[in-house]
């Protein structure tokens, strides 16, 4: 209708820039439009792109009823779970006779059928394809999303939410509308945070003060700098004292900033850039992992990551998001197993083959210096990790995470990948060398660095506090809470802090870390950079040294969020809001309120204390 301006989108789709069309899609994808920008009126003429999503209700908790399942029979299932042991041990795949797996963890082997008592091998591709959307179809049937997100012409509450791709250089109005639902579910206000993006946190930005509820609709200007690295994020509800309870519903959802082969790819002295390095980063799959009962290896795959079929050797480029609200795990292993039926081997044979090869291409959304890292056979991921890797797989697979299959890979060698040919997906140069990523400012090296003693910092993360000091929503975190000089963080700047080592993973919002402690951090690497950090304490040495970060202060600043990334730690008051301050760019406050409902004001701008106030 031209007459009028609608938010139910079904213009123009954002261009993918040529997208494998072979990629999983079952979660569907939020379509940007222009037109829609144009209809709303001149408020909303600042933006390029504009799209609607829906927070949503379950007008029933089944859900919750199917985690009290889980939990109550947790001990007896794990007589009937499949075994997977490590590399150098056995692994063990056992048929579950008579098990009826209706809990939030279900278990997806193709490796085996069950008939009476009897386990018969099957590697057939085909018979995978057609367990494997048998079992889609049921996942979605039996992991109905308590809360969730949605598009504006879809019903129902299923997780994850759409997926969200944006491009750097570009200004979105995301119009995030509430529940409207009388559900006796309702958690009332919700905001809406794109995790990992370098945007700006105050203002009509991605400010976690911010809130909608009921059919109220606000809007979040998302404007990617130019030179906003592409790569894979994700965003989540981030309502203080309801973050827990929404992603334990299932409102979280996989974003992607598209990748801009000139500003972020140098491979070689020319600049250009090797096709086959163009199709490997296109050749995309996805993978969605989540531990919503929050109990140790309970993850699961998304209905959309449970089975994938690929060319045999063809190199792919696999994002993965691992979301978890466990609040005692921190780490979680991601493994690609081989698959091996009971009677294949004998006890304490060694395995030691890998089906897959994999090379890690990026961490958090930040491609590494040198691009593809070393062939690892293990990830060790945190409840907000991504990682990208590039995989190519020569025999059938089953995906691991924190000690749970949650997905198999079948290989077609009747459709081997000519790897020979000079447009065959690779992450490795025409010459097979590895190849140096172009770093924006914000992600350049501070290795070398010079380091004022005023942006130093040091942080420790607790169950309720950061610092020793529990959430405000009124008033900003000082650098120095304690006797110190009660000093706000300077925008322009690198600041370096030291993470004491601890079980709580920790997030900082708007601008990522790069591990410049000269042996790494645990399993984050020396140099490269991560937005959430796992550093684990140790009582075996008590003296663990802090893990030692650097941050460059630029392009963003004002409000800016740090906090533990378990949810329920985050609630019980894990979170701090700093204000980087100095001559940065301001973020408007309007356009912010697209639809207010009823008497009062809705997600009105809110003043906050400086942090010595």
Not at 225 to 241: I, K, L, N, Q, V
Not at 344 to 357: K, N, Q, W
Request: hydrophobic letters at 30%; glycine letters at 8%; proline letters at 4%.
């Amino acid at each position: 209708n031209n007459n009028k301006a609608t938010l139910a989108l079904d213009n123009m789709v954002l261009d993918q820039q040529g997208v494998n069309v072979n990629v999983v899609r079952a979660e569907p994808e939020l379509e940007w439009s222009s037109e829609v920008c144009a209809q709303l009126g001149q408020d909303y003429a600042s933006f390029d792109y504009c799209a609607e999503i829906i927070f949503c209700e379950a007008t029933t908790d089944d859900r919750a009823l199917q985690q009290q399942h889980y939990a109550d029979n947790h001990n007896n299932e794990q007589e009937l779970q499949q075994k997977q042991y490590l590399r150098g041990a056995i692994i063990e795949s056992r048929a579950m006779e008579g098990a009826a797996y209706g809990d939030l963890n279900t278990k997806h082997d193709t490796s085996t059928s069950v008939s009476g008592t009897t386990s018969t091998t099957s590697t057939d591709p085909s018979h995978a394809n057609n367990n494997a959307q048998q079992q889609q179809q049921q996942h979605y049937k039996e992991h109905p999303a308590l809360f969730g997100w949605r598009l504006a012409n879809k019903s129902g509450c299923s997780w994850p939410g759409p997926l969200i791709r944006m491009k750097a250089g570009t200004s979105y109005g995301l119009f995030v509308k509430g529940a409207s639902s009388s559900s006796s579910n309702s958690d009332s206000k919700v905001n809406l945070h794109i995790h990992g993006l370098h945007v700006s946190g105050h203002g009509n930005g991605d400010d976690i003060r911010r809130a909608v509820s009921g059919s109220d609709v606000i809007v979040y200007n998302v404007t990617l700098p130019a030179d906003h690295m592409g790569g894979t994020f994700w965003y989540h509800s981030h309502r203080h004292g309801r973050s827990y309870s929404h992603l334990k519903g299932g409102a979280f959802g996989m974003a992607i900033v598209e990748d801009n082969l000139e500003d972020q790819i140098q491979i070689n002295d020319d600049d250009d850039v090797d096709v086959q390095v163009q199709q490997f980063l296109k050749n995309e799959q996805r993978m969605v992992l989540a531990n919503l009962p929050g109990l140790p290896g309970s993850f699961m795959a998304s209905a959309a990551s449970t089975h994938y079929s690929w060319k045999s050797n063809e190199w792919y480029r696999l994002r993965v998001l691992t979301m978890s609200i466990d609040s005692h795990m921190t780490n979680h292993n991601l493994e690609f197993l081989p698959i091996v039926n009971d009677n294949e081997y004998e006890y304490g044979e060694s395995i030691d083959e890998d089906p897959c090869e994999t090379r890690a291409i990026a961490h958090d959304g930040v491609l590494r210096f040198t691009v593809p890292a070393e062939a690892a056979s293990k990830y060790s991921l945190n409840g907000a990790s991504r990682i990208d890797l590039a995989i190519r797989c020569h025999a059938n697979a089953h995906v691991s995470v924190g000690g749970t299959v949650v997905a198999s890979i079948s290989v077609d060698a009747n459709e081997a990948s000519s790897s020979s040919t000079s447009t065959s997906p690779s992450p490795f140069r025409a010459n097979g060398q590895a190849w140096e990523s172009k770093r924006p400012n914000y992600l350049s090296d501070l290795r070398q660095a010079t380091v004022s003693a005023a942006d130093k910092w040091a942080v420790k993360v607790g169950e309720h506090d950061i610092n020793g000091v529990s959430f405000s929503m009124e008033h900003t975190m000082c650098k120095n809470e304690y006797g110190g000089t009660g000093d706000d963080f300077r925008f322009g700047t690198v600041n370096e802090w030291d993470i004491a080592p601890t079980m709580h993973p920790f997030h900082v919002h708007m601008y990522p870390m790069q591990v410049v402690s000269p042996e790494g951090c645990d399993a984050h690497e020396y140099g490269e950079f991560y937005d959430s950090l796992s550093y684990m304490n140790d009582y075996r040495n008590p003296d663990k040294p802090p893990c030692k970060v650097r941050m460059n202060f630029v392009d963003v600043g004002g409000l800016t969020a740090l906090h533990c990334h378990m949810p329920q730690h985050e609630d019980q008051g894990s979170l701090a809001l700093i204000d980087v301050k100095g001559d940065h760019p301001v973020q408007p406050d309007y356009p912010r309120v697209y639809k207010c409902h009823g008497d009062g004001p809705c997600d009105e701008p809110r003043e906050i204390k400086a942090c010595h106030e």
